[in-house]
């Protein structure tokens, strides 16, 4: 059963146990079968989806990469990252990546508050900046318009989704 979702909060794991990473894994491809627009094709092979999710793992237990989880940690209703930008050029900012949220828990506000805690870290971090990308022929670059976000391009044609080529929308939050 699914918890109220508005009572839950969002949390920052800087050391994600065996249990959330196979979690997450699993929930990572649940949304992509469900057509989500995160990272892959509704039919990728699972393995594909599972071994990026535990490369991802290894990066926030590296550090390089911070993890954001809704619900609870062994069964997360949804997650969210942060890289922040390597080299000083670019360590005012940071990509947010992998939005998602479990389909049976979606259009309840878990998305939005998501994006929230991830701006809130980015601010914690000291950043200036998030940047999020979106896949086009989606309605997903207006939910981030929708929210505070400002798109500052298009990259033509740069995802590839099955036989589809499809455009790719960079949204920017500036924190301060
Ligand atoms: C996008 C996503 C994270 C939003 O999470 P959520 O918990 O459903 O979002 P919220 O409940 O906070 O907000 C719901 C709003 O987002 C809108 N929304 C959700 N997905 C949308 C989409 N693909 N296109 C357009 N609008 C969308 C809903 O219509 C709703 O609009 P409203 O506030 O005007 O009623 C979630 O739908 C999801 O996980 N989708 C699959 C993965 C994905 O595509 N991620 C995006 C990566 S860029």
Redesign the pocket.
């Known amino acids: 059963m699914v918890p109220e979702?508005l009572s839950l909060t969002a949390h920052v794991v800087a050391d994600p146990g065996t249990d959330l990473a196979e979690a997450f894994a699993s929930l990572w491809v649940t949304?992509?079968r469900?057509?989500?627009?995160?990272g892959f094709p509704a039919d990728a092979p699972e393995a594909d989806i599972r071994a990026l999710a535990a490369r991802m793992i290894d990066d926030v237990r590296a550090g390089t990469l911070r993890m954001v989880v809704a619900g609870e940690p062994a069964q997360p209703l949804?997650v969210?990252f942060l890289r922040p930008g390597a080299g000083p050029v670019v360590a005012h900012r940071a990509e947010m990546?992998?939005?998602?949220?479990?389909?049976d828990?979606?259009?309840?506000?878990?998305?939005?508050?998501?994006?929230d805690a991830a701006i809130r870290l980015a601010g914690d971090l000291g950043l200036d900046q998030l940047l999020?990308?979106?896949?086009g022929g989606?309605?997903?670059p207006?939910?981030?318009v929708?929210?505070g976000w400002t798109e500052v391009g298009c990259f033509p044609a740069a995802l590839r989704v099955g036989d589809e080529l499809r455009d790719e929308h960079w949204l920017q939050f500036r924190i301060r």
């Open positions: 979702p949304v992509t469900a057509g989500g627009a995160v949804g969210v990546i992998r939005l998602m949220v479990r389909p828990a979606q259009g309840s506000g878990l998305g939005t508050m998501l994006i999020a990308s979106a896949r989606t309605g997903l207006g939910f981030y929708a929210r």
